[in-house]
């Protein structure tokens, strides 16, 4: 147990005392945030418009389109040409427009269900359209309502809609919208750990078996002892930078909520205080750990395998270890369809089943327990993983005790099975 502890420390130490993991520790939460409201910013700051000429034949568009250039429409993604058609098709690329639209004089506002073409002289993705598209419509629209008479008060009543808004009986303070964030926050975090420290426990184990540390190593003290310290020691430090991370966010809540007295934190602190009040966040953050070390400690065991089979090519590395990243790959393509249905038969057995609980059932917990996940459910959960990464590590261990030690052969998944289940 002590030679255990000792691989544990040693490994904790080495990586918590690299720049690598304190640069990381700042710069990840930073960069998560980025990824999210970065890239809509910068798609909605890059976005450019399609100009369309549109040549309108049946007089409909006219009008209408005279009023928007007069209501200072800035868009100006679709202005009325006077030239003619053949004019037009020819050269209204060189006129500086992107493409055109002719509306025949047999369009008629009753019908309303007529298609148009944008003829281009290059393809645009459906984003592209889509604003033309929406433009067309509008105007469209204001002129079937002046043919019918209908006037603005008419079409303010026309266009109020039902908002329907989720009631939770059992518990009136839950928010769909907070949970569903919360939940995609959750699954993408383990998603990215398991991800990042499982592959570092493959060449953590890796570089010690190419530079010959391993068999030094090994002399002293048993295979198994040291695939366990080694993953024990890089889930502890996955998990202090995470406890890091929760700790910046009770610092930065409870700094707002007794500086900030108006404006934008005040804002803030009312945003976070509703988070507080509809996720049961203490549940949230206990789940989370024991599913991050659980997690782990499964995926973990099936990465050090692979790193102990393996020599200097990494090529052999990729091949080995695609079918573990293509699980954890498929278990956050299974988080979407949970977070939108928490209750339904694809997330619960996603919750269940070891090699996807870790994510999905982190996405659905936010939901409620257990008004959506039943303590059944989270029981049965925990106690299906922790089975599982017994089996990985058992399964792991045998494969490790022979693949550490052995140099020059290039292992299948075939092979690495039969030094698992050889006496």
Same mark, same amino acid.
């Given at each position: 147990?002590?030679?255990?502890?000792?691989?544990?420390?040693? =490994? *904790?130490?080495?990586?918590?005392?690299?720049?690598?993991?304190?640069?990381?520790?700042?710069? *990840?939460?930073?960069?998560?945030?980025?990824?999210? #409201?970065?890239?809509?910013?910068?798609?909605?700051?890059?976005?450019?418009?399609?100009?369309?000429?549109?040549?309108?034949?049946?007089? @409909?568009?006219?009008? =209408?389109?005279?009023?928007?250039? !007069?209501?200072?429409?800035?868009?100006?993604?679709?202005?009325?040409?006077?030239?003619?058609?053949?004019?037009?098709?020819?050269?209204?690329?060189?006129?500086?427009?992107?493409?055109?639209?002719?509306?025949? =004089?047999?369009?008629?506002?009753?019908?309303?269900?007529?298609?148009?073409?944008?003829?281009?002289?290059?393809?645009?993705?459906?984003?592209?359209?889509?604003?033309?598209?929406?433009?067309?419509?509008?105007?469209?629209?204001?002129?079937?309502?002046?043919?019918?008479?209908?006037?603005?008060?008419?079409?303010?009543?026309?266009?109020?809609?039902?908002?329907?808004?989720?009631?939770? =009986?059992? !518990?009136?303070?839950? !928010?769909?919208?907070?949970?569903?964030?919360?939940?995609?926050?959750?699954? *993408?975090?383990?998603?990215?750990?398991?991800?990042?420290?499982?592959?570092?426990?493959?060449?953590?184990?890796?570089?010690?078996?190419?530079?010959?540390?391993?068999?030094?190593? %090994?002399?002293? %003290?048993?295979? *198994?002892?040291?695939?366990?310290?080694?993953?024990?020691?890089?889930?502890?430090?996955? @998990?202090?930078?995470?406890?890091?991370?929760?700790?910046?966010? $009770?610092?930065?809540?409870? %700094?707002?909520?007794?500086?900030?007295?108006?404006?934008? /934190?005040?804002? +803030?602190?009312?945003?976070?205080?509703?988070? #507080?009040?509809?996720?049961?966040?203490?549940?949230?953050?206990?789940?989370?750990?024991?599913?991050?070390?659980?997690? $782990?400690?499964?995926?973990?065991?099936?990465?050090?395998?692979?790193?102990?089979?393996?020599?200097?090519?990494?090529?052999?590395?990729?091949?080995?270890? $695609?079918?573990?990243? +293509?699980?954890?790959?498929?278990?956050?393509?299974?988080?979407?369809?949970?977070?939108?249905?928490?209750?339904?038969?694809?997330?619960?057995?996603?919750?269940?089943?070891? #090699?996807?609980?870790?994510?999905?059932?982190?996405?659905?917990?936010?939901?409620? %327990?257990?008004?959506?996940?039943?303590?059944?459910?989270?029981?049965?959960?925990?106690?299906?993983?922790?089975?599982?990464? +017994?089996?990985?590590?058992?399964? /792991?261990?045998?494969?490790?005790?022979?693949?550490?030690?052995?140099?020059?052969?290039?292992?299948?998944?075939?092979?690495?099975?039969?030094?698992? $289940?050889?006496?």
């Amino acid at each position: 147990m002590n030679k255990i502890l000792l691989i544990i420390q040693r =490994e *904790f130490l080495t990586r918590v005392r690299k720049k690598t993991f304190i640069i990381g520790t700042i710069l *990840f939460p930073l960069l998560y945030l980025a990824l999210i #409201f970065g890239t809509s910013y910068i798609a909605d700051k890059t976005r450019e418009d399609l100009r369309i000429a549109l040549i309108d034949q049946s007089g @409909l568009f006219k009008q =209408e389109l005279i009023n928007t250039v !007069n209501g200072n429409d800035t868009s100006n993604t679709i202005q009325l040409v006077a030239a003619s058609i053949e004019v037009i098709k020819e050269s209204f690329d060189s006129l500086g427009y992107d493409g055109y639209v002719i509306i025949p =004089e047999t369009f008629k506002w009753q019908t309303g269900t007529d298609s148009l073409l944008v003829n281009t002289k290059k393809s645009f993705g459906i984003g592209a359209i889509n604003p033309v598209e929406k433009k067309i419509n509008r105007i469209w629209n204001k002129i079937k309502r002046d043919s019918l008479g209908i006037d603005s008060v008419k079409e303010a009543v026309l266009s109020k809609s039902i908002d329907l808004k989720l009631n939770n =009986e059992k !518990n009136k303070n839950a !928010n769909a919208g907070i949970a569903t964030t919360i939940g995609y926050v959750c699954g *993408f975090l383990m998603y990215l750990i398991l991800l990042l420290y499982g592959s570092q426990v493959m060449m953590g184990v890796t570089e010690e078996k190419t530079s010959r540390i391993a068999e030094v190593v %090994v002399s002293s %003290v048993k295979p *198994f002892q040291l695939m366990i310290g080694k993953i024990v020691g890089i889930g502890m430090v996955a @998990l202090t930078q995470f406890l890091i991370w929760i700790a910046c966010i $009770f610092i930065i809540y409870n %700094v707002t909520k007794t500086t900030g007295s108006g404006g934008a /934190a005040s804002a +803030m602190v009312g945003k976070i205080q509703e988070v #507080f009040t509809s996720v049961n966040i203490p549940l949230v953050v206990g789940c989370f750990i024991f599913y991050l070390l659980a997690g $782990f400690f499964f995926y973990s065991s099936l990465y050090a395998a692979i790193g102990s089979a393996i020599n200097e090519d990494m090529r052999e590395a990729q091949s080995l270890s $695609f079918p573990i990243t +293509m699980l954890i790959i498929f278990s956050i393509a299974l988080m979407t369809p949970a977070i939108s249905n928490p209750s339904s038969s694809v997330a619960v057995w996603a919750s269940i089943i070891p #090699f996807s609980s870790p994510i999905v059932m982190m996405a659905r917990i936010p939901f409620g %327990v257990p008004n959506t996940v039943p303590w059944w459910q989270l029981g049965l959960s925990m106690a299906s993983l922790i089975a599982g990464f +017994m089996f990985t590590t058992w399964f /792991a261990a045998r494969i490790y005790r022979t693949g550490i030690l052995m140099y020059g052969k290039k292992p299948s998944w075939k092979e690495m099975i039969k030094w698992a $289940f050889r006496k």
